[in-house]
Structure formats: C-alpha cells, structure tokens
C-alpha cells in the first residue's frame, strides 16, 4: 500500500471501522474514504456501485456489518443473516465491476464448526455444524469469504479474508442486549460498584472459553495484511489465549473496582464451549498481538468512562 492510494474504509463508525482509520492515520496514509449510514446505505446495490465506480479506491476495508452478542444473534436471526449477506455482496460484487483489486473482508471466529479442535485452524473451515445461536450470522460470514475466494479464482482479483476472535475496546456497543459478553461485563461491574451491589450476574455457566483481542491490535493486523501485500486466502486474528468466561468476569471486576461477588445465570445460553483460534499463520508472516487482557480491558473501561459517564 503506498501512502497515497485512496483507501475506502466501509463501515467506519463501527469498533473495528474506526480502530481501522486510526490505524491507517496514524501510519500516515492520508488518503481515506469514509460515508455514514446517511451518506451511503450499504444495503442499496445501486448506490453502492455508484459511490465506488466513482470513488474508485485502491484498497477497501470491509468492516460493515450488523453485529452483536450472543443474544442479539439468537434474537434478531434474520436480521443478522440478511444484513450481512447484502452489504458483502454489495461491496464486493461492486469493487470487482469497477476494477478495485484489493480488499480485506473482516469476518469471524464462529464461522468455523461449534465442536472442531482447538486451537482452531483455517482449515477446519466447512467441517462440521455450525453453534446454533449464531448460525445465520456465521453463515452469511461464510458467505463473505467464499465471495471473496471466488472472485478471486473466477475474476483474478485479491480479496483476503480475516477471522477476529472476540474484539473488545474504544466505540464498543455496551448495550446489555446487543453486545458481547466483554463489554457487557464492563458496565455491568462499573453499575452494580456505582450502586454499591453486593452481587453481580454473569450470563450461563462462566465456564466456556473464549479468547479476546483488542481492537487497535486487530486494526493493525488488517493493515500490516494489506501491506505484505497478501492477495489470497483466510487468516484467523487472535492472540492464541483464551480465559473462561467466570475468569473473565473475575478480571473485569478487578479492573473496575467491584468489590462484590459473581453469580450465574444458568437459564442463559452459553453458547459454543471453546473458541480458541490457532494463530499460526498470522505469527508466520510477522504479525502478533501486543495488548495483553488485563491492560486491553483497563483500556476499554477508560474509554467506556470517557464516552459513557463523563
Ligand atoms: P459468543 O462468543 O458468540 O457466544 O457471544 P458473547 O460474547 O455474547 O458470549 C460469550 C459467552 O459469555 C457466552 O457463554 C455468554 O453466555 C457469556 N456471558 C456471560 N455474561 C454475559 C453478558 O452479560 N452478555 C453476553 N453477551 N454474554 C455473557
């Protein structure tokens, strides 16, 4: 990537979008194309092929999506498989037609099957069933990267695919019904210390795992991809640990002050038991993970204190 080639970054507002643009200025690539929802609505076919044949970026960033924790999966189902098919197919299909020939997908860590081996490699990809409660959201993700493989073998173009594990930090979504479970805790402890709560409620058991990246690490790791000018493939994005979720719980609660106890929820699903990404590829090329847990969710409380209770 050279610093003046136009970079259009879809779906900037968003927790990884904005680490994404961070990054890229901070790396001196001056040169970005950003629209909000207002501007541009990437579920619109039409405008999307209008906005790139004219913008005609370099390089695009595909971090759009409709995102969420495990209940919002479960719930808004359609939603989610719906959402996410449109706006990767718009954009991809788009950046194909008007001559964009590198692009990096973000996808996800449960597109691969509930129950394969861990640590998980790219290649146990299609190799068994799906976790159930996000089911349509990992299949439209699926979708995605078998978008941009095939365009690729079709169409000679160089769209990558990257899977993040659970990401966390700055422009997280800390509603208690849509988000993950990281920064669900995160407010969650900050409100029962504020109240002075002797208890505090983790949903289901505490006891899968789960690993977790913060997001200007993952921001980075996009970056550096385009810039080893990879032009093919999958690349899980993780720091290769992983914590229970009760072990996650006991961390946040650390971080935040909260001098309670935690207690489970067992009538809330737990979802799949281990997700835990083998990161092998990534370390190959040169790249891995500088944030460690308890100086990721330091952070994130800073700038959930920042945004959400100044
Ligand atoms: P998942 O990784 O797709 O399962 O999504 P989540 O990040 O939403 O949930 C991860 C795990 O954390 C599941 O086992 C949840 O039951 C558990 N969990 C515990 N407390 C919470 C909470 O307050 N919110 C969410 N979203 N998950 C929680």
Do not use: G, T, V
């Given at each position: 990537m050279n610093k003046g080639e136009k970079i259009f970054v879809a779906g900037h507002r968003g927790m990884v979008g904005s680490a994404l643009v961070r990054c890229l200025e901070a790396r001196g690539y001056g040169n970005l194309v950003v629209r909000t929802r207002d501007e541009l609505?990437?579920?619109r076919q039409g405008d999307v092929e209008k906005f790139i044949v004219e913008e005609?970026?370099?390089?695009?960033?595909?971090?759009a999506a409709r995102v969420g924790g495990i209940h919002a999966n479960n719930t808004f189902r359609a939603d989610f498989i719906y959402e996410n098919l449109i706006i990767e197919a718009n954009i991809v299909h788009a950046a194909w037609k008007s001559g964009v020939n590198r692009l990096l997908f973000l996808g996800s860590?449960?597109?691969?099957?509930?129950?394969?081996?861990?640590?998980?490699?790219?290649?146990?990809?299609?190799t068994g069933p799906l976790e159930q409660t996000n089911e349509p959201y990992a299949l439209a993700k699926i979708a995605g990267l078998k978008l941009c493989e095939s365009y690729n073998r079709q169409y000679g173009t160089n769209y990558v695919s990257v899977m993040p594990t659970n990401l966390y930090g700055?422009?997280?979504?800390?509603?208690l019904l849509e988000s993950h479970v990281l920064p669900a805790l995160i407010r969650k402890a900050h409100e029962a210390k504020i109240r002075g709560d002797r208890q505090l409620t983790v949903w289901g058991t505490g006891t899968p795992r789960r690993e977790f990246l913060y997001v200007e690490d993952m921001a980075e790791a996009c970056v550096f991809l385009m810039e080893q000018e990879v032009t093919d493939g999958v690349f899980n994005v993780g720091t290769g640990c992983d914590v229970t979720i009760g072990e996650l719980a006991e961390t946040v609660i650390r971080v935040v002050g909260f001098e309670g106890s935690i207690t489970f929820d067992t009538s809330r699903p737990d979802g799949t038991p281990q997700k835990l990404l083998d990161v092998g590829k990534m370390r190959d090329l040169g790249w891995v993970a500088k944030t460690g847990l308890f100086e990721g969710i330091t952070r994130a409380y800073e700038d959930f204190l920042k945004s959400h209770h100044s």
């Open positions: 609505d990437l579920m005609r970026p370099d390089y695009i960033f595909l971090a860590s449960c597109i691969y099957p509930r129950d394969c081996a861990q640590p998980i490699k790219e290649e146990y990809l299609l700055p422009n997280d979504n800390y509603n």
